[in-house]
């Protein structure tokens, strides 16, 4: 009978979980998270080589410009790259699991602290941010100097744009509802 | 003993006293069969990196579970981005309606099959404190672990605890 089974069967009941235990040695751990280092390393060679394609490109037309604003904006373009490069490698997004023994409630309002930041831009700014305005000066500069091209020039500056009108919204909003769960959290202590 | 080797030492001692119950864990936070394999040894990993700053400070068992829940936290919160997970309030649970057959969950895997589905629906935080009582964890050590004060601990596991059983039993008394 189900009403046999009093709280300390609970325990009882719960601790007899049939389970087929996961195998796993040391020496796989230690693979495993060679694996993920060269996984993160990897990874940060990739983006660094793209900012470098990025500081080339930009190097060249700072060069063959022929106007004052497109070296401007090249200028400011290969700044932002180097900026991404630097706060990268400086703070690499994490990809190994947690590995801290902090206290639980402490860690999870802290998880819940770097989401809610996250949605507020606050690591997406200040790498993205200083990156923007070198190409969109770009951008123009050229359409002014290649009025052939301005419909385009345009074309994209509309949907840059439409897509923040439309990204940036949805992520204070996930950031607002991180910040429910702090709220919650604190309250429920 | 050099530092690796006692790393691996403690990781062996660990997994070997509290590798079931971190099993049970997972499966409290995952039900997707490749997701808690995933999870079990992403818990084995993380544990076995932080043991390399293990200092005694605390009982192996505290650190353990330490780092069982918040591998388990950032689970949950990465996994609640991907898809929906239901998680219910305590207030939710006693709502839910009782299953029909009750009279089958005698049997006694029927019944685990039963606390297994009730903490998997409690709530991430009432959950946590669950398991720890669960795992027959004393006040004290829940309190270390979670970091809320032993009669905080107390407080909640006793109203979760309630609600629980009465859900449990729910249906069984009506029925009878």
């Known amino acids: 009978m189900r009403s046999d089974y009093l709280p300390d069967d609970l325990r009882r009941l719960w601790q007899e979980l049939a389970l087929n235990p996961v195998q796993v040695s040391a020496d796989d751990l230690r693979r ?36 004052a604003l497109e070296r401007i904006g090249s200028a400011l373009s290969i700044a932002g790259a180097a900026n991404v490069i630097v706060q990268f490698l400086k703070r ?3 990809t190994m699991p947690s590995a801290s023994a902090m206290e639980s409630i402490r860690f999870y309002r802290a998880e819940l602290e770097r989401h809610r930041d996250f949605h507020r831009g606050k690591g997406i700014a200040s790498w993205l941010l200083p990156g923007l305005p070198g190409p969109i000066i770009f951008n123009i500069a050229f359409a002014l100097d290649r ?3 301005a419909p385009i020039v345009g074309l994209q500056l509309a949907a840059f744009l439409m897509i923040a009108a439309l990204v940036v919204p949805l992520n204070l909003r996930m950031a607002r509802k991180y910040q429910r769960r702090i709220d919650a959290l604190d309250a429920w202590r | 003993m050099s530092a690796a080797s006692g790393q691996d030492e403690y990781w062996r001692q660990a997994a070997a006293e509290y590798g079931p119950a971190m099993e049970r864990l997972a499966w409290a936070y995952e039900a997707d069969p ?9 818990i084995h990993l993380a544990l076995w990196r932080s043991l390399e ?19 388990a936290t ?17 207030e939710e649970i006693e709502a839910q309606p009782a299953p029909q057959n009750v009279e089958e969950s005698a049997d ?6 039963r606390v297994l589905a009730l903490v998997q629906g409690l709530e991430f935080l009432d959950r946590q404190l669950m398991l720890a009582y669960l795992e027959g964890l004393d006040a004290e050590s829940m309190s270390q672990i979670t970091g809320l004060s032993a009669a905080n601990v107390w ?16 249906g069984g008394s009506d029925a009878q």
Do not use: M
């Open chain 1, 32 to 67: 495993e998270a060679s694996k993920l280092r060269a996984r993160l390393s990897l990874r940060n060679w990739f983006v660094a080589g793209v900012c470098c394609v990025i500081i080339a490109a930009y190097g060249f037309f700072f060069f063959r410009s022929k106007t």
């Open chain 1, 92 to 94: 690499p997004a994490r």
């Open chain 1, 147 to 149: 009025p052939i091209f």
């Open chain 2, 34 to 42: 490749d997701l808690r394999r995933d999870l079990i040894q992403e």
């Open chain 2, 53 to 71: 700053n293990f200092d005694a400070r605390c009982s192996l068992r505290t650190w353990t579970y330490r780092v069982a829940h918040n591998v």
């Open chain 2, 74 to 90: 950032s689970h949950v919160i990465r996994q609640k981005k991907r898809r929906a997970l239901v998680f219910l309030t305590l």
């Open chain 2, 108 to 113: 006694r895997q029927q019944a685990r099959a």
């Open chain 2, 155 to 170: 407080t909640k596991i006793h109203r979760i605890k309630n609600v629980l059983v009465r859900q449990f039993h729910s």
